[in-house]
């Protein structure tokens, strides 16, 4: 047997010659929509804080209040000593905007999913899942055991054929989707999963950590979420029924055995969830900056805040960074696993903060370089 290092070694070097080695690179987010990042002051177009909450003086003040008379850490979990005060007018909130009976809230987005998909699915049961789905719910089905099927981005037809030919043989099924798909930007059919869901005798879970504020997710049982894009903090949730939150409450890992939220992210999430409610046009906002963009590159009008710029192989997404990055801009290039072999590209996520000169200039620099 190879010694582990050597065996470490060796995956390494294969990513590396794939293109596909990822490193840490230091980056401060000091001012809203700009990061400093070796050494470079850029304006970032790779920041899921849409609305800018994260640095919003009022989210921060409710922040800093919690911590100076709450401490630093919550002391254990939920069950035990960990469940704050705090997090009841939060969870209420959460309901109230997601129009179910009740939220409950997890230590970030993956544990909402990880958490909720065992809890509700099992051995003998199937789960379908749209095969653009984020990686939190493709291992959260793997570790509910249940049968997992795939099926074609958005292709309801691929759906239908799956369940015709496989929902029979299994007790429960569910349908596994997002509002918005977060490395291409466009929207899951959610109403149309409802019907066929309906059909099938099924249930439709959509994970709407991309489109709190804007795209819809009436159709769906349950909705997953996250605190930490929109809202610009830190957790996630899920909203359903009270029955199904009381059996997360019993039965979800991710929330049981591990310890709560600080209260300073609690407070902060519930900051800015109401400068959210207050201002219903603000989660407009950034899909208005998204379709500057699109319009500028001679392309269909955005569907949501996120852009992906396609460029094929993972090198050349990563020229395509180094280029904006030479010019003052950040855009991370996103390739395999995270997206399919062959479609590395540029994802660009507009905030409500974007101004629309460097919106232009980015397009620009793309289409003068060849990228689009
Ligand atoms: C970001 C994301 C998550 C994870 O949320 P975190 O709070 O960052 O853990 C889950 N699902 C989708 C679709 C996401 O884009």
Redesign the pocket.
Known sequence: MPALDELARARLDRLREEHLLRSLVRTDRDAPGRVERAGAELESFSC?DYLGLATDPRVIAAAREALERHGAGAGASRLVTGNHALYEPLERALAEFKGRERALVFG????A?AGAIPTLAGKGDLVLLDRLC?A??YNAARLSRAALERFEHNNLDDARRILERERAGHARCWILT?SVF?MDGDLGPVDALGKLAQEFDAWLLV?D??GLGFAPTGAADVVVG????ALGG???YVAASAAVIELLVQKAHTFIYTTGLPPASIAASSAALAILRSDPGLAHRPLENARRFTARLGRAPAASPIVPVVLGEAARALEAQAMLERAGYLAIAIRPPTVPPGGSRLRFAFSARHQAESIDAVADLLIQHGYA
């Open positions: 899921n970030s987005g993956f544990l999913n984020h939190s719910m997002e977060s994970d950590a991309h996250t605190l930490s894009k830190v957790g996630g």
